[in-house]
């Protein structure tokens, strides 16, 4: 058999059977949403199938980024519902290094740095409080906004409420790299994976705290690495949303994008209490939600509906997961 089959075979024997029913059902429904918009489009002269190709990876980039970081979170049995408020907290600092003239470079760096340092703040106040990470980050998802409008107020004496980013070269990350950065990530993510310990660490400390004991390993330590890992993942997203669409607005920026990164991972397959799940099913469940907007746009379906039928499909899913996890608990306890 050749190596490359063998690779594909051990990354997926690792997953739980109830995850690569997950991963099929993903790959089957990416690629019937796929033939259908191919057929919506085949006929129309004023759209392309390539060119809907083409805005996947600008679209989807910070969604899956963001995501892979979440996942690992998710993996350790933590949650982070503040990441689109850290992602307008960079996008802010983003914007003032921008008004002080700083160069292309530094206002990258600037944003992706000011998002991995609050999430990993995000990592030591559960670590340190012992508090619920849905209570802490629930708080940050409010501090943080309300802190990216005082700074901007602050250090911007000319900000009205918006700012918006002129010069074409702060657009390249998003506008022509989208996919470069993308396909980089993904495939980082998918190898440090499968053969790196980081990932499987926040597995176990997912499925057994008390088990990660016993092993000699830190429960808090992993956890707080969880965050940090989190976080190296959404500076790359926050770079990407920004330099996307070159308006700074602290007040109304990103709003909801949590919820599309959550649904990505839960619909990938990745248990929202830990301990199982894969990268790969949170790309997937990413491009399927997407796939599903875009082909019910075709079919001529309104936006409150979409918004709708989005919501249900992911509000179904995790009831699902509940529903099958609950009644293997019940399972293994009479067995």
């Not at 892979?68 to 408020?85: M, N």
């Not at 700074?151 to 980013?165: C, E, H, N, Q, V």
């Not at 499909?313 to 293997?328: E, K, N, T, Y």
């Amino acid at each position: 058999m050749p190596q490359s089959h063998n690779i594909v075979i051990q990354y997926f024997s690792r997953v739980t059977p109830t995850v690569r029913h997950r991963l099929l059902f993903l790959l089957v429904g990416c690629a019937l949403l796929l033939g259908y918009i191919y057929w919506q489009t085949s006929g129309d002269d004023n759209s392309s199938f390539l060119a809907e190709l083409s805005r996947i990876p600008v679209y989807l980039a910070p969604v899956i980024i963001a995501g892979l970081g979440l996942t690992g979170i998710i993996f350790a049995g933590g949650i982070d519902l503040s990441i689109s408020t850290i992602i307008v907290v960079a996008g802010t600092v983003f914007g003032i290094l921008y008004d002080y003239g700083a160069s292309p470079g530094v206002c990258f760096i600037g944003c992706w740095l000011t998002a991995v340092s609050l999430s990993s703040w995000n990592g030591l106040l559960v670590r340190w409080l012992g508090i619920s990470p849905i209570i802490i980050t629930l708080a940050g998802l409010q501090f943080y906004r309300g802190l990216a409008l005082i700074l901007a107020d602050t250090l911007m004496p000319d900000f009205g409420g918006g700012l918006s980013i002129q010069q074409a070269a702060y657009q390249t990350p998003a506008k022509e790299y989208a996919g470069w950065i993308l396909a980089v990530v993904v495939v980082a993510a998918l190898v440090w994976e499968a053969y790196g310990k980081t990932f499987r660490e926040f597995l176990a400390l997912g499925c057994s705290p008390r088990a990660c004991r016993i092993a000699g390993l830190h429960p808090g330590r992993i956890l707080q690495m969880s965050y940090l890992v989190g976080g190296l993942f959404l500076g790359v997203a926050a770079v990407l949303y920004v330099t996307n669409r070159q308006v700074i607005e602290p007040a109304r920026m990103a709003m909801g994008f949590e919820l599309s990164v959550i649904g990505a991972v839960v619909l990938g397959g990745t248990n929202i209490f830990g301990g199982e799940g894969t990268l790969l099913g949170t790309v997937l469940g990413a491009l399927f939600l997407y796939l599903i907007g875009q082909a019910m746009l075709y079919a001529g379906v309104s936006e409150y509906w979409r918004t709708a039928i989005e919501g249900a499909v992911i509000v179904a899913v995790i009831g699902f997961d509940c529903a099958l996890h609950r009644r293997r608990k019940l399972l293994d306890e009479l067995r």
